[in-house]
């Protein structure tokens, strides 16, 4: 019972202060999260809600990384593993720590994404950007940045990967 209340506190407090830093008009800020130990950051304009994970009903003859369908407060997202879809998934198993971060309304897309872990909120005075190195990314990455501790972390634009044709197809 108090594993639950806790959960809740937790996600309410997360809430507040995704809501908070969505309103702030003192720059860019992102949701870091981690998948398969690489940082990435997801703009919270494009970021919705964020789920505890639960398993998804499989579907079958669709791609390893689509999980499948889960019921996420009412409604039917389409799931995927973002470390398996980038290709960064190691053998690990998917850990039940892990969380479900939907996209935003507004992007039209019932999807969530699997991350290994919420790293918190990062805005823009704590990351420095990463010279770009001239090699060919998908048109959904953006830039790279890294924290005080150098660690580094690669922006995902969610609204630019809801429309990229290999994450559309999940027929395997």
């Not at 892990?98 to 019932?110: M, T």
């Not at 991350?115 to 805005?123: E, I, Q, W």
Request: charge should be neutral; glycine fraction near 8%; include cysteine.
């Amino acid at each position: 019972m108090a594993n639950k209340e806790a959960l809740r506190e937790l996600q309410s407090r997360l809430a507040e202060r995704l809501q908070a830093a969505r309103t702030q008009e003192r720059g860019r800020a992102w949701l870091a999260v981690e998948c398969g130990s690489h940082g990435f950051l997801f703009p919270l304009q494009e970021a919705g809600e964020i789920f505890p994970f639960a398993p998804a009903m499989q579907v079958p003859y669709t791609s390893r990384w689509f999980m499948g369908v889960a019921n996420l407060r009412g409604r039917l997202h389409g799931v995927v593993d973002l470390a398996g879809f980038l290709g960064v998934r190691g053998n690990e198993p998917v850990r039940e720590q892990s969380w479900f971060v939907a996209f935003n309304a507004d992007l039209n897309i019932n999807c969530a994404v699997l991350v290994d872990r919420l790293a918190g909120l990062r805005n823009l005075q704590q990351l420095t950007p990463e010279p770009d190195d001239g090699q060919a990314k998908p048109a959904f990455v953006g830039t790279h940045y890294r924290d005080e501790g150098k660690r580094l972390w690669r922006e995902l634009n969610l609204a630019q990967l809801a429309t990229e044709a290999a994450f559309l197809k999940i027929a395997g």
